[in-house]
């Protein structure tokens, strides 16, 4: 396909889907395929050929329509009305466009109105499993734009210019990233998309992944520019089936229209991307273990540096971004660096996606500007706590930390969430309540990064097992005063001493529940009590019987 | 490709396709542990060993691969699997109950000669639907005590 022929194929489906009478979205990612929307999807198929419809009317799968909790969803494009809780009994009632149909969700509901999609844009607007579907949605066309009109250079500057940040959760600057990789002498570079989403309550990467696999193939194959490389590599976790399948049709579809491969719409630039599966190990979304991983070998970090951009996979300079900083990218090509910087806060611009789940109304996938508050992502958006008072909001997972509620105000950044404990992480956001005991949260977490330990280095994987016997004693009532101190002498040592991240931010979760909850810690030790009446105080009860 | 559901006279021809595909390269090794389990259903001593004899790796490397990531099993596949997530919404929202369940329910059916594998896995990604459990496959999402214990009593039948 030549870049004529790309804007040609664009025109000709969007015209296509303009002359159709209506278009059916039904949401075909993993929450609302589990809640049964393949058999609505197929059922309204069926009223469509019944109604000898077909060919005016559509039906078609689409991204992640954000609302998983009413799932199975399904949005009908003409009459603009979106469906929760779907059966297949109402297909045809959705054909015909009855609106005396219940169930209807409208979209001026704050969860939808104050949201700003950047990342999500085609979740009900693309059939993920077509590669037409994204073309007209001005697909590919900021790749045609980097190759034909702009220098791998201003490709880079553009990058930096939008201030955009590593999505990941440690937010370096991705434009600086690039630069480095782009300046370094070897010709073997290659591209990570670092698919490994192992935060627990976090999905947002698979829905991306899920619902528009394109887009970040797109992003990739943009970087591979701008930094001289030409092959990439998506690494996967081995846990996310329909993510896997999906970035296989789609890397299939591009391979046949020349989109990748060899000669990229008829220029000289070539660029492959490979799938790496991974195979279940939560230390992988490490860098360098990661970087291990695909070379076959157990996924254990290295010493840094060298830093992947000087020696990563094979010793070559190696490029590793997130899925929703690629994801990011096609936007900010098409509408230049400028425009992207002129969204968010200053420091942390664009919008971010959250996973929103735990105690909340709105359980589902949302995407603000950087800099809203927290307040209105719960509260507004995500619609507050259903029969509970707020207790805390988890954020950056085991990396994280836990923000107690004088700080729902704060705008949401990268260096506003450092100051208060937590971090931005990759974007899960679950919300406790007073039923959820802080300690034994911290305990959760431990445990985790206790399983996860790759056991390479001491600190992390004797400390993660000191520390969780503490936080187990501690929630058991068997712990005593100078517990404490012993907790927050290890956590200084793993945070100094770990390998890599996963040792290093394993006590950030015991840190901002110790700063913001001490009477609850305080509660277990001395009166051996728990305030949210989670933990059970068996050796005690038993001492009493 | 099921789990373990090739013929077996197709597997070891599958088997080598797969390597010969990757021109038997070390750094493979994952891909084709992968495709071997899908095709065996789980990684057995032997089957280890003839991977490490055709990529030509020591086989202490194989098997420290094997080992060190948690999808690959060591041990046959059993007639019925259950997972309950135990992901940070799914634990919140009462997850544990589910994991009593589980052991009170298949108590002695999880056992090394037991028809039923019960695990425990650390967010499948399904955070909107918690608590989730997966049965034989496929995803249930608010699971409750009671909808997991009626699925766990179709395994019992069967």
């Not at chain 1, 049964?36 to 039906?59: F, M, N, Q, T, Y």
Request: glycine share 12%.
């Amino acid at each position: 396909m030549t870049v004529d022929e790309l804007a040609d194929r664009a025109q000709a489906e969007a015209a296509r889907q303009a002359a159709l009478q209506n278009r059916i979205y039904c949401c075909a990612a993993a929450g609302c395929t589990a809640s049964g929307s393949p058999g609505v999807r197929h059922a309204i198929a069926g009223e469509i050929g019944r109604r000898g419809l077909a060919g005016k009317v559509e039906v078609c799968g689409t991204g992640c329509l954000g609302l998983c909790r009413r799932g199975p969803l399904v949005f009908s494009a003409a009459d603009r009305r979106l469906y929760g809780n779907a059966v297949p009994e109402q297909a045809g009632a959705m054909v015909e466009q009855d609106h005396e149909l219940p169930g209807a969700i409208s979209l001026d509901d704050p969860f939808f109105a104050r949201q700003q999609r950047i990342v999500l844009e085609n979740s009900g607007r693309v059939d993920p499993e077509r590669l037409t579907d994204y073309l007209a949605a001005e697909g590919y066309r900021a790749l045609a734009k980097g190759l034909t009109q702009m220098t791998p250079r201003e490709v880079v500057e553009d990058v930096k210019r939008s201030g955009l940040r590593g999505r990941g959760g440690a937010g370096y600057p991705t434009g600086i990233k690039w630069e480095l990789v782009a300046r370094q002498i070897p010709e073997r570079k290659f591209v990570i998309c670092n698919a490994d989403e192992g935060d627990p309550g976090a999905f947002m990467d698979r829905s991306v992944l899920e619902g528009d696999p394109h887009r970040v193939l797109e992003g990739m194959a943009i970087a591979g520019y701008a930094v001289g490389a030409q092959q990439g590599y998506i690494y996967v976790r081995g846990e996310y089936g329909l993510p896997i399948e999906r970035l296989e049709t789609a890397i299939r579809q591009a391979e046949r229209e020349h989109l990748l491969g060899g000669r990229i719409l008829e220029t000289g630039f070539q660029f492959r991307i490979d799938l790496r599966i991974g195979a279940g190990a939560f230390v992988c979304g490490e860098e360098t273990a990661l970087i291990a991983s695909i070379e076959g070998k157990r996924g254990q970090p290295r010493q840094r540096p060298p830093y992947p951009p000087e020696r990563g996979l094979w010793d070559s300079p190696t490029l590793i971004n997130n899925v929703e900083t690629f994801a990011n990218i096609p936007p900010i090509i098409r509408n230049g660096g400028d425009w992207f910087a002129s969204i968010g806060m200053e420091g942390s611009t664009g919008t971010k996606v959250f996973a929103l789940a735990g105690k909340i109304a709105n359980t589902g996938l949302v995407e603000v500007p950087m800099g809203t508050s927290l307040r209105t992502i719960l509260f507004e958006i995500g619609g507050g706590i259903p029969g509970g008072r707020f207790k805390a909001a988890q954020t950056g997972g085991p990396s994280g930390g836990c923000i107690p509620e004088e700080f729902v105000d704060i705008p949401v950044g990268y260096e506003s969430l450092a100051r208060i404990g937590s971090i931005m992480g990759s974007g899960g956001l679950i919300v406790m309540d007073d039923s959820s005991c802080m300690v034994d949260i911290a305990r959760y977490f431990m445990e985790f990064c206790m399983d996860e330990s790759c056991g390479k280095c001491i600190p992390c994987r004797a400390g993660t097992v000191q520390m969780h016997d503490i936080l187990r004693r501690i929630t058991r009532g068997e712990a005593g005063e100078d517990d404490l101190g012993m907790l927050h002498e290890l956590a200084g040592l793993l945070r100094e001493t770990s390998l890599c991240g996963l040792g290093q931010s394993a006590p950030n979760p015991v840190l901002s529940t110790l700063r913001y909850f001490p009477a609850e810690y305080e509660a277990h030790i001395r009166d051996r009590r728990c305030p949210a009446g989670q933990c059970r105080f068996e050796a005690l009860e038993e001492a009493a019987v | 490709m099921p789990n373990g559901t090739a013929a077996p006279e197709d597997r070891e021809k599958l088997l080598e396709r797969a390597m010969s595909r990757y021109q038997y390269a070390g750094d493979a090794l994952i891909e084709i542990l992968h495709t071997a389990q899908d095709l065996y259903g789980y990684l057995s001593p032997a089957l280890l060993q003839h991977i490490a004899r055709r990529l030509r790796l020591p086989p202490s490397r194989v098997l420290g691969v094997a080992t060190f990531y948690h999808l690959f099993s060591l041990e046959p596949k059993r007639e019925h699997s259950v997972v309950v997530c135990l992901g940070t919404a799914c634990y919140v929202v009462g997850a544990l109950r589910l994991v009593e369940t589980l052991k009170h329910s298949c108590a002695g059916r999880t056992g090394p000669n037991g028809g039923v594998s019960a695990q425990i896995a650390r967010c499948i990604g399904a955070c909107g639907l918690a608590p989730v459990a997966i049965c034989d496959g496929s995803v249930m999402g608010r699971v409750t005590p009671e909808s997991l214990s009626r699925e766990l009593e179709r395994f019992g039948a069967a």
